[in-house]
Each structure stands twice: as structure tokens, then as C-alpha cells.
């Protein structure tokens, strides 16, 4: 089982929908798949499921979302459920629920991060909550993969969840803030690698549950080419989308060759990907992902001619991503 976190400093870079559509598209090849919504926005909840189905959810008192599942732990009223909630979207998609709460737990895990140093066991529980939730969520439903979505910021919230993450993957637009949010997310997820390891070496021998041992390496960089703007010059676009294999080595590989490809050459680009914004309508309307739009959806002529141009980008995207994973060497928690 191989976890992945898709993040990025910068909203707008389609992480949300790119995790929803993968998930779809890795059911299509026979994968089974766990979505683990850790974005306090919940929106990737809200792609799964329509509104009468989410709000029983996120007024149940009984664990059924991802915050009232880790709840105990930030009471201080026990550990997290040993059963968390899976909602099936599928007989191979299972949704872990988002929930606004979770913004809430920010002062709290940066307090625990803290106490990690002094090897405080409550403080080991909480911290790897995330990683401990989806663990368990992956026995349950017997998960090839998770897939996880966090919010675009830099705080103690996604660093607990990316320690949950075998492999970070990092969307990007063809803009400046989208390149400055590479920058930002390279150096923090090298960082927060080399804070949990100084962590790890104070864990208490108590612990009666497996520590994550080299989590968020990262496995490459999606490109989503937006609509063109009519107030930015072509040449400007293509510059920024230049440059991006030599700024996601400076940025997350720093130890690499100096050598830069270009960006078609780069063995880091997963995904090269059209905005198909004329079917993202048409697909939350029928409440389906964008490459499973049917002519009875409103996908007639030439967007019947997308939705197979998108079918074909995700299912190459997603066979690309395991062919990274099985190039990785295996996940070792413990």
C-alpha cells in the first residue's frame, strides 16, 4: 500500500479535483482506493458526495467525519476510534470525510510537535493521528493506494497529515505564485523530513503502534495548463512553463545534477494536463468525474471529443504514478 499527498503552497492549482479524478481513474484500472479529505475546506468530500448525503455525516456525533474521529485525542478523553469511518463511494473508492473542525486542531498540533522532543507519548498520538487513521482506513477496505488532499498552507495542520504520506506530489499552474508556492513547498517538506527524524529518535519505547519512518518523499509535479488569458502574452506562459523542471530541482531535489531538461524531457513531469473547463460544468452537474461524462450528460460533439481526450490524460497520468511507486523503494513504517 503507497500513500500520496498532492500539495502545494498556492490555491488554485486543482489539487482537489485532481485527487477526485484520479481516484475514479485508478478504480477504472482495478485499483482499490482510500480518499482521505484532511483539507478543512472539505470540498473533495463535497465532489463524492452530493449535499443530502454529506450533511448526516457531518452532524453525526458518532465518528463519521475525520475530526470527530481524532477528537478524543485533542479532549484528552482517549485515543482516536480504531475503527474509523469509511463512507463507500464505490465497491473501490472509500472516503475518508472532511470536516471544517480540523482548522481548529492547528495551536494544538503545533504544541504537540513540540512535545514530540521530549519523547511525551500523548504527544506521539496526536501528532501522527493522521497517519495512524489512514493506516487503519487502508486495512479496512483492503486500499492499494490513498490518495490524500490538504489545504494550500504551511502549518502545523499539513505537516501532521504529510507525515501520513509515503510520497508528496506537487500540482502547479504556468504562473509566478504558482512557481513561488514550489519554492515554499520544497524547502518546508525537506525540513519537516528533517524535524520528524530528529522526533523519531526520541520516541518513547511505549508506544504500542508503527511511527512513520521516511514519509513525504516526493514522487514528481503535475502541470495543469490553464485557459489562456487575454491580459497575459503567450511568450510569458511558455517562459513560466520553462522554467518550472529547473525550479522543481532547486526546490525539492537540491542535491540533484545541475542538469535541466526541458519540461516535455523531464523525468519528474507526471502530467502535462488541459484545464477542460468547459466539462467541469457539466461534470458536478451529473455529479461524475469529467472523463465518465455520457451524451446524456450534456456531452454532445465536440465535448464528447474532450471527455475521451481526458480520459486518455488520466488514465496515462495514473499508470505513470505507478510506474514512480514501483520505482520507489517500499514503504517502511515502524
Known sequence: MKTIAFFNNKSGVGSTSLVYHLAWMFSELDYRVVVADFDPQADLSGMFLRDSELEPL??????????????????????????PHIEKITERIGLLVGDLALSTRE????????KCLDGEERAFRATTAFARLVAAANDLFAADLTLIDVGPNLGPLNRAVLIASDHAIIPLTADSFSLQGLRHVGS?????????RK????????????????????????????????????????EWISSIPGE????????????????DADEHLLANLQDYRLLMSLAQEANKPMFMLKPADGALGTYMSAVMRCYEDYRSLAQKIIAKLDESKPSSRG
Not at 458518532?62 to 476510534?81: E, N, R, S, W, Y
Request: glycine residues 4%; hydrophobic residues 40%; charged residues 25%.
Open 58 to 83: 457531518l452532524e453525526a456525533t458518532d465518528g463519521k467525519t475525520v475530526a470527530v474521529t481524532i477528537a478524543p485525542l485533542f479532549k484528552k478523553t482517549g485515543d482516536m476510534a480504531v475503527r
Open 107 to 114: 495551536g494544538e498540533l503545533a504544541e504537540y510537535w513540540c
Open 188 to 196: 518546508t517538506l525537506a525540513d519537516w523530513r528533517k524535524s520528524w
Open 199 to 238: 522526533r523519531l529518535d526520541a520516541k518513547p519505547n511505549k508506544l504500542n503502534f508503527a511511527l512513520p519512518s521516511d514519509p513525504m518523499q516526493p514522487l514528481g509535479y503535475i502541470v495543469r495548463r490553464c485557459a489562456i488569458r487575454l491580459d497575459r502574452p503567450v511568450p510569458t506562459l511558455h
Open 248 to 263: 522543481y530541482r532547486r526546490a525539492v531535489l537540491p542535491r540533484n545534477a545541475p542538469t535541466t531538461p526541458t519540461i
